[in-house]
Protein backbone atom coordinates (compact mmCIF):
# COMPACT_ATOMS: atom_id res chain seq x y z
CA UNK A 1 0.00 0.00 0.00
CA UNK A 2 1.09 3.06 -1.03
CA UNK A 3 1.69 5.89 2.04
CA UNK A 4 3.11 9.34 1.35
CA UNK A 5 4.67 11.15 4.43
CA UNK A 6 4.56 14.68 4.45
CA UNK A 7 6.67 16.51 7.13
CA UNK A 8 7.81 20.52 7.18
CA UNK A 9 4.98 22.73 8.10
CA UNK A 10 4.41 25.18 10.61
CA UNK A 11 3.73 28.48 11.38
CA UNK A 12 6.13 31.16 9.82
CA UNK A 13 6.44 35.23 9.44
CA UNK A 14 5.47 36.65 6.55
CA UNK A 15 8.88 36.95 4.39
CA UNK A 16 10.07 33.47 6.38
CA UNK A 17 10.80 30.06 5.50
CA UNK A 18 9.93 26.61 5.06
CA UNK A 19 10.53 23.22 3.77
CA UNK A 20 8.45 20.19 2.84
CA UNK A 21 9.11 16.65 2.56
CA UNK A 22 7.26 14.14 1.21
CA UNK A 23 8.59 10.11 1.41
CA UNK A 24 6.49 8.05 -0.49
CA UNK A 25 6.66 3.60 0.46
CA UNK A 26 5.25 0.98 -0.96
CA UNK A 27 5.13 1.96 -4.21
CA UNK A 28 4.86 -1.42 -6.99
CA UNK A 29 4.68 0.53 -10.33
CA UNK A 30 6.35 2.90 -11.58
CA UNK A 31 6.00 7.35 -10.68
CA UNK A 32 5.32 9.66 -13.14
CA UNK A 33 5.42 12.51 -11.13
CA UNK A 34 5.26 14.10 -7.49
CA UNK A 35 3.74 17.26 -6.99
CA UNK A 36 2.17 19.67 -4.26
CA UNK A 37 -0.83 20.65 -4.14
CA UNK A 38 -2.65 22.88 -1.14
CA UNK A 39 -6.00 24.03 -0.02
CA UNK A 40 -7.29 26.90 1.71
CA UNK A 41 -10.46 27.43 3.86
CA UNK A 42 -13.44 28.14 1.40
CA UNK A 43 -10.83 27.81 -1.66
CA UNK A 44 -10.19 24.74 -3.61
CA UNK A 45 -7.13 22.86 -3.91
CA UNK A 46 -4.71 24.05 -6.08
CA UNK A 47 -1.50 22.72 -7.77
CA UNK A 48 1.98 24.35 -6.12
CA UNK A 49 4.87 22.10 -7.66
CA UNK A 50 5.02 19.14 -9.74
CA UNK A 51 8.45 17.43 -11.24
CA UNK A 52 8.68 14.67 -13.46
CA UNK A 53 10.55 11.68 -12.19
CA UNK A 54 11.18 10.09 -15.40
CA UNK A 55 14.06 10.19 -17.60
CA UNK A 56 14.12 14.19 -18.03
CA UNK A 57 13.27 15.74 -14.93
CA UNK A 58 11.11 18.43 -15.43
CA UNK A 59 9.53 20.93 -13.01
CA UNK A 60 6.29 22.95 -12.89
CA UNK A 61 5.06 25.99 -10.72
CA UNK A 62 1.80 27.94 -10.33
CA UNK A 63 2.46 31.75 -11.21
CA UNK A 64 1.96 32.60 -7.80
CA UNK A 65 4.95 31.06 -6.24
CA UNK A 66 7.39 31.64 -9.45
CA UNK A 67 10.37 32.73 -8.03
CA UNK A 68 9.70 31.59 -4.20
CA UNK A 69 9.00 28.35 -4.21
CA UNK A 70 11.54 25.32 -5.66
CA UNK A 71 10.32 21.82 -5.97
CA UNK A 72 13.39 19.56 -5.59
CA UNK A 73 13.68 15.12 -5.41
CA UNK A 74 15.77 12.87 -3.83
CA UNK A 75 17.84 10.87 -6.05
CA UNK A 76 17.44 7.31 -6.13
CA UNK A 77 14.36 7.66 -3.30
CA UNK A 78 10.70 8.76 -3.73
CA UNK A 79 11.63 11.96 -1.81
CA UNK A 80 10.11 15.48 -3.06
CA UNK A 81 10.90 18.62 -0.97
CA UNK A 82 9.33 22.18 -1.42
CA UNK A 83 10.80 24.88 -0.54
CA UNK A 84 9.55 27.75 0.28
CA UNK A 85 11.10 31.25 0.27
CA UNK A 86 9.38 34.80 1.00
CA UNK A 87 6.15 33.66 2.18
CA UNK A 88 3.13 35.62 2.26
CA UNK A 89 -0.02 35.36 4.38
CA UNK A 90 -2.00 34.30 1.00
CA UNK A 91 0.08 31.08 1.05
CA UNK A 92 -1.77 29.97 4.08
CA UNK A 93 -2.99 26.49 3.75
CA UNK A 94 -2.98 22.77 4.00
CA UNK A 95 -0.18 21.02 1.64
CA UNK A 96 -0.81 18.21 0.07
CA UNK A 97 1.84 15.76 -1.53
CA UNK A 98 0.40 13.47 -4.77
CA UNK A 99 2.11 10.80 -6.42
CA UNK A 100 1.33 10.09 -10.01
CA UNK A 101 1.76 6.37 -11.09
CA UNK A 102 2.07 4.98 -14.15
CA UNK A 103 -0.74 3.04 -13.65
CA UNK A 104 -3.57 3.39 -11.57
CA UNK A 105 -5.30 6.41 -9.63
CA UNK A 106 -3.07 9.00 -7.98
CA UNK A 107 -2.02 8.96 -4.15
CA UNK A 108 -2.46 11.78 -1.76
CA UNK A 109 -0.70 12.20 1.84
CA UNK A 110 -2.44 13.54 4.88
CA UNK A 111 -1.87 17.33 4.30
CA UNK A 112 0.27 19.53 6.48
CA UNK A 113 -0.25 22.87 7.47
CA UNK A 114 1.63 25.92 6.46
CA UNK A 115 0.28 29.31 8.25
CA UNK A 116 2.24 32.62 7.83
CA UNK A 117 1.49 35.17 10.07
CA UNK A 118 2.50 37.53 12.10
Known amino acids: QVQLAESGGGLVQPGGSLRLSCAAS????????MGWYRQAPGKERELVASISLGGRVTTNYADRVKGRFTMSRLIGRNTVFLQMNDLKPEDTAVYYCNLHPTIGPDYWGQGTQVTVSS
Open 26 to 33: GTSSGIFG
